[in-house]
């Protein structure tokens, strides 16, 4: 049956699927969003340090373990720690992708609206207050906001049903160019501003006077969240690579790229909300009211929108991809479902999951969950609960149950060179473990 299995075409192909997996959502709205609330310069230093203990080390663990297992996250457990009771981590993982995307697939929908939506001129003129009133209007339409999510689901299960090298390394191949040019086209537009540099110097100088137990916790939450990492996408990803992959060098070129989109996004927004004095509202409020009328008042408004949200629209895309592959493998390894079935089922699934959180947004508005409406309250779940104890699980496993000799043995397939082996055991086997455990229950209290 192993011989079966799918396997990337080729290196590059391996790269930017993975790269569209971890940029996403996490990247254009969230890392700014987070910046902006936690000080600027001094989360921003702090994220790269996380980045480099924590998220690295982390992305190799789960490609180690997937191209080991050359199976799905349950099975991974399975296979490498039979008779125990440790699938149940996987299990974790697996539900934690169907709420991940249960929600990102409503929020995705949105984005296309827009993008449409500045194609037809119907943003054009507005200033915050109508735009408010506006995004109030299409995020509750309930219709409107159904369809665009049932629109961006179906187009994840197409690419999706598709295949490893056909469908989702293809499309990757497409879509990541295509994010990268719209993003320079942005970039380029919005730092010719005057008084840009004004935010960018804030972005970028670190006030360490801001940094503190909060700021540390968001950084570290970003950073799991924005790479894709603690719910078996980038483990699936991994049971796909040949036992040739260097994995330690994909893994620092996968971060730094995710990092560096990430920090290119901060450089368009941020310094535009500087330029235009804006009080950036928290929430996806950035997004859909604060960046539209800051478009608004430069010329070719339209475009420059449009292009923004279709790049939007791409990234959220190439992660969708990534979380419905995790519980297609699953099916298909385990219960020996077609991937055509499997995706099939379980993207309607989703979409049907993700109902009450679209409808949330409008005539449910006013049913809370805990104080949350209902997809604050998946979010909530996924983010701050179900994703990290998959992190911090993953990593257990590999250091402490399957051991960081048998994970250095699999690496040194690839990398005979990996130098730093027992420097990342060490961070496997101790700091990882502590500060997301540290976080985790310092995040509930
Ligand atoms: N990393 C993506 C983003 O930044 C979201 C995402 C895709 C994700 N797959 C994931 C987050 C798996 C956590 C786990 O938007």
Do not use: C
Not at 322 to 349: H, I, N, P, Q
Not at 380 to 403: E, N, Y
């Amino acid at each position: 049956m192993a011989s079966q299995r799918e396997q990337w075409n080729s290196r590059t192909g391996f790269i930017l699927a993975t790269v569209g997996s971890a940029v996403g959502l996490g990247n254009v709205w969230r890392f700014p969003t987070v910046v902006v609330q936690s000080g600027g310069g001094a989360f921003v230093l702090l994220f790269l340090a996380i980045v480099l203990v924590i998220g690295v080390p982390a992305i190799i663990v789960e490609l180690t373990l997937g191209r080991r297992s050359q199976k799905n996250i349950l099975g991974t457990f399975l296979i490498l720690a039979p008779g125990t009771k440790w699938w149940v981590a996987g299990l974790f993982s697996l539900v934690a992708v169907f709420v991940i995307l249960s929600f990102y697939s409503v929020i995705a929908g949105w984005a296309a609206i827009y993008f449409v939506g500045s194609l037809l001129g119907i943003f054009s003129g507005l200033e915050t207050e109508g735009l408010t009133l506006l995004f109030g209007e299409i995020a509750g339409h309930g219709f409107l906001s159904l369809l665009a999510q049932g629109i961006f689901m179906l187009a994840t299960i197409i690419i999706v049903s598709t295949g490893i090298t056909g469908g989702i390394e293809r499309w990757s191949k497409f879509l990541m160019p295509g994010i990268i040019v719209i993003l320079f086209m942005l970039l380029g537009r919005t730092l010719l501003l005057e008084g840009a540099l004004e935010g960018v110097l804030w972005f970028l100088t670190p006030d360490l006077s801001q940094i503190n137990l909060d700021v540390a916790l968001s950084a570290v939450g970003q950073v799991f969240f924005s790479f894709s990492l603690g719910m078996g996408a980038i483990l699936t990803y991994g049971s796909y690579l040949s036992p040739r992959e260097n994995i330690p060098q994909s893994a620092i070129l996968i971060g730094f790229a995710d990092v560096a989109i990430a920090l290119l996004m901060g450089l368009i927004i941020i310094p535009a909300l500087f330029v235009f004095n804006v009080q950036p509202e928290v929430g996806p409020g950035i997004i859909f009211v604060t960046l539209p009328a800051i478009f608004n008042t430069i010329p070719g408004s339209m475009v420059w929108s449009a292009l923004f949200f279709l790049m939007l629209t791409f990234a959220a895309l190439t992660s969708a991809v990534s979380l419905l592959e995790v519980g297609v493998a699953y099916f298909m390894d385990a219960r020996k479902w077609s991937r055509r079935a499997a995706t099939v089922l379980l993207g309607s699934l989703i979409f049907l999951i993700g109902v009450p959180s679209n409808l949330s947004q409008g005539i449910w508005s006013n049913v809370l969950i805990f104080g949350r409406d209902f997809l604050d309250l998946m979010d909530f779940t996924a983010s701050s609960i179900l994703l990290p104890l998959g992190g911090f699980f993953t990593v257990i496993f590999l250091a402490w149950i399957w051991g960081t000799e048998n994970a250095l043995k699999e690496l040194n397939k690839g990398a005979s060179t990996f130098m730093w082996g027992s420097g990342w055991a060490f961070l496997v086997k101790y700091i990882i473990p502590v500060a997301i455990l540290y976080i985790f229950v310092s995040g509930m209290l």
